[in-house]
């Protein structure tokens, strides 16, 4: 048969099969609806002790299948943390360790304390307070000596020999009773494992280390995942992100490795261990209520205050062994919209029986489609882009296929930091706890992005944005939106240092623009109208280094356009501190959610560092837990990993009162999704639709920031190559898009795709196995322009039954022409799970399907066309 003739019967079936009604899709299962893992602990009473932790009951929300991600632990009946003194009492310590907290020989687990990563000595977080007291010394610190009333010089149950000064680290490739390690256990700093001499970071002068020195070659303040002060509500409950850490980024602990456990057995995956210290109000030693002058001392590893720890058991993923090395490896690279998808896949398809290994690297959508369109042997076979892969005659033909549906997001971290003064009951119960709620609007997030408020600029930025907000929490907009703004902390410092966001092009950048500029408000601000507030005489405009960029084409990345720099003098020499130092890019959407549930922005601080040589501007610390606030743009999945609540984004009126109201604010929650998935149309790419912000936010109840993410593949890749694909396709359209933390399935923050787009994957998946014809010969020497016959075609796709989706009636097109209480963000919805969306499933199948026939099989024709045109030929 002759391979026109061939597509035009596809393209018959296609248009019978393609609009057949398709009932909704099931309920999505969220990650506890395929077995929960979450475990709850609970405080103890230890006897001899002083402390009451009975009332105690903390929940850690997942402990198995982990990966570097975030684990959300909640906590109710604690006392609760006191904000009008220094901090000292009633909170609570985090950390991660690896040893035995059960062994026999170590029944106070004084050899396990040893494998936990604590003790950087993170900043303490400074309250607003009225009460003169004493702040619990070394509480974020290993030393074990207290020179305080009633603690005596070494605790009777200590192991360690009288005179050490810390509790050692014992990292994971140096066990007990080895006799030389490459990497030891750390000196004690007794006399007969003194600390080494250093010479002084700021003086140069040789001193003996400090015990956070000490622990430095091992895990220090960047990278540690310790939380030593989680502090509890008025109303005893409290709740943080805590970071789990395998051993690609705590290779010490070295969870997720193989091991070889105590019976001699080879193990995949090295088990590890959440451990909450309770810290309470009463002297371990004496029992006296210290709570009003004073705090319990010391670190959460000596013994009086170790006996109350809480362990729970962390399983991790495998880190390496899923994938043989002897197996064929496939590249795939593209937006890091398909990154927790990718990596959540790739393990599963390399346990399939003859399954491939899919390497993944995380680019820009425009960079993924020149390097799938290239020529180097080394190029990806399939890259993901939610950007159609335009082609053009000299291109090989690709086919496009749905993966993933998803959204951009404002992820935060802020804890509710009121001022010290009355507050109605209601408000001041918050204090203290995770912000779950925040609304933005398009100008908001545009101020923000733009470098508009004062703070947000080197020197507050001069003349031209003397009339600005020095920051978000003074705008009235803001301010009308979010409410309980009105009672914050009104200290300067005690404000956002800038949204976040990553450094590179994208097809995600492009549309929070096209958000933004689809609100007549931003847009006209953006072009130069002023937000005027007759209240406070402010006159806010768009910082003027960043209007010239909103004149011609939508942006698709996040520009740093103010080059200004702030500059001090020291001993006759300048020096300067500049806008992206101040404001820096994050590594990417995963990156940027890490570093805000680090509270972690990476900004370098306006402050001249004179003690060193040379002078310089330092990094700030990562903000105080209780006084976090950090936000960043990226993705629903990476949220979702790292435990973030995500902003409500907003469309806001302001009244004859001259009051901020919001009108109509949308999540980015599963129905949302959907629902802006349900206004998708064709793009240039003939058969394959797009997401339109501004036609989402004219959609009532859509979330404007929606992407739909394709796996676009090079259909002239050799066939081994193609067929392990065509596996990866199908397993997205099917395992793939069930939720859940197993390996193959759908991580959290991702929207199961409909059915009719699953239907769609599996039909690129048999189009890409498909051998193209090969190209016809050349013209005959003596100008007959005779060719080759045509090799035979490939079998027709059998009929679909009638009602029934085809199986290969939806094929996607093969080209056109022209990079871890429950938030939201976590379960992709704060709805209902499973939800029904009603007639957007039917509508996503109209949509998709209704550029099938002409858009998806008339390249297919053109390029079967072209392939079988004597050289020389005219079009």
């Known amino acids: 048969m002759n391979p026109r003739r061939w597509l035009a019967g596809a393209a018959l079936l296609l248009a019978v099969g393609a609009f057949a009604p398709v009932p909704p899709a099931a309920a999505p299962a969220r990650a506890d609806d395929t077995g929960s893992t979450a475990m709850t602990v609970p405080g103890v009473k230890v006897d001899g002790g002083y402390e009451d932790f009975t009332g105690l009951s903390v929940t850690v929300d997942q402990t198995k299948d982990l990966v570097n991600q975030a684990v959300v632990v909640t906590w109710t009946g604690g006392t609760p943390t006191p904000r009008n003194r220094p901090l000292g009492v009633d909170f609570l310590q985090v950390m991660q360790c690896y040893g035995d907290p059960h062994a026999p020989d170590d029944p106070d687990g004084l050899k396990f304390r040893e494998t936990c990563q604590f003790g950087t000595k993170l900043d303490t977080p400074v309250m607003p307070f009225e009460v003169t007291a004493a702040a619990a010394a070394n509480a974020n610190s290993r030393e074990l000596h207290l020179d305080a009333p009633g603690y005596p010089p070494k605790d009777p149950r200590e192991t360690l020999p009288e005179d050490a000064r810390m509790v050692p680290f014992r990292p994971v490739s140096c066990p007990v009773g080895a006799t030389s390690c490459e990497r030891p256990r750390t000196p004690d700093g007794s006399q007969a494992q003194p600390f080494p001499v250093i010479a002084d970071p700021q003086t140069g002068a040789e001193r003996e280390a400090y015990p956070d020195e000490v622990l430095s070659g091992y895990f220090n303040k960047s990278v540690t995942n310790e939380y030593p002060y989680a502090l509890t509500a008025a109303n005893g409950t409290g709740r943080i992100s805590f970071e789990v850490q395998n051993s690609a980024l705590a290779p010490d602990l070295g969870c997720g490795d193989p091991y070889t456990d105590a019976t001699g057995a080879t193990r995949p995956s090295r088990p590890c261990w959440l451990v909450i210290v309770p810290r309470g109000h009463h002297h371990p030693y004496t029992g006296e209520d210290v709570s009003a002058t004073d705090s319990p001392q010391g670190s959460p590893l000596i013994v009086p205050n170790w006996q109350y720890r809480m362990v729970v058991p962390l399983e991790f993923e495998p880190v390496t062994g899923y994938c043989a090395s002897d197996q064929q490896e496939r590249l795939t690279a593209g937006t890091e919209l398909a990154a927790e998808a990718a990596a959540a896949w790739r393990p599963a398809l390399c346990a399939a029986a003859s399954g491939p290994s899919v390497s993944y690297s995380p680019i820009g959508d425009d960079e993924a489609a020149r390097q799938l369109l290239s020529t180097s042997p080394n190029a990806p076979g399939l890259i993901y882009s939610s950007d159609p892969v335009a082609t053009t005659a000299d291109d090989p033909p690709v086919v496009h296929a749905p993966v993933t549906l998803s959204g951009l997001v404002i992820a935060l971290n802020i804890d509710v930091n009121l001022e010290n003064v009355p507050l109605p009951q209601e408000v001041a119960e918050l204090r203290g706890t995770a912000l779950s709620e925040l609304k933005l609007t398009p100008r908001l997030v545009a101020k923000l992005l733009t470098q508009s408020y004062r703070r947000d600029v080197p020197g507050g930025g001069g003349q031209a944005l003397a009339k600005n907000y020095d920051s ?404």
């Open 472 to 875: 978000i929490k003074q705008d009235p907009e803001f301010l009308g939106l979010n409410p309980l703004f009105k009672d914050w902390d009104r200290r300067a410092g005690v404000t956002l240092n800038g949204l976040m966001a990553p450094n590179g092009s994208s097809v995600a950048a492009r549309a929070l623009w096209q958000w933004v500029l689809a609100d007549p408000a931003a847009k006209e601000w953006l072009g130069g109208t002023p937000d005027k507030d007759e209240a406070s005489g402010k006159e806010m405009v768009v910082n003027p280094a960043f209007k010239p960029l909103f004149t011609g084409e939508t942006p698709d990345y996040f520009p740093k356009a103010d080059r200004s720099c702030y500059e001090e003098t020291f001993a006759g020499e300048t020096y300067q501190l500049c806008s992206q130092e101040l404001r820096p890019y994050t590594g990417g959407f995963g990156r940027g959610a890490a570093q805000t549930l680090r509270g972690d922005t990476g900004a370098f601080g306006q402050s001249l560092n004179i003690n060193v040589t040379p002078p310089r501007f330092d990094r700030l610390p990562r903000e105080q837990p209780g006084f976090r606030f950090t936000m960043a743009v990226t993705d629903s999945a990476s949220a979702a990993r790292y435990g973030l609540f995500t902003a409500q984004l907003c469309k806001a009126a302001k009244g004859t009162d001259g009051a901020w109201t919001a009108s109509d604010c949308r999540g980015a929650t599963d129905g949302a999704i959907s629902a802006a998935a349900g206004t998708a149309a064709p793009s240039q790419v003939a058969g394959v639709s797009v997401i339109d912000p501004a036609k989402a936010w004219a959609t009532a109840g859509a979330y404007p920031l929606s992407l739909l993410t394709y796996a676009v593949a090079d259909r002239t890749d050799p066939a081994d190559a193609r067929r392990d694909y065509a596996k990866l396709l199908r397993h997205a359209a099917g395992q793939g898009q069930r939720r859940g933390v197993g390996r193959g399935m759908l991580p959290d923050g991702y929207v199961p795709l409909p059915q009719a787009l699953r239907e769609r994957t599996k039909a690129a998946a048999a189009l890409l196995e498909v051998d193209l014809p090969a190209p016809s010969a050349s013209a005959s020497s003596d100008g007959s322009g005779a060719t080759e016959p045509p090799p035979a075609a490939p079998p027709a796709p059998s009929v679909p039954a009638p009602g029934a989706v085809p199986s290969v009636g939806a094929t996607p097109s093969p080209g056109g022409t022209a990079p871890s209480p429950q938030p939201p963000a976590r379960q992709a919805s704060n709805a209902t799970p499973g939800s029904p969306v009603g007639a957007l499933r039917y509508v996503l199948v109209v949509i998709f399907a209704t550029g099938l026939v002409g858009g998806v099989i008339g390249p297919v024709l053109r390029r079967f066309g072209t392939r079988n045109r004597p050289a020389g030929g005219a079009e």
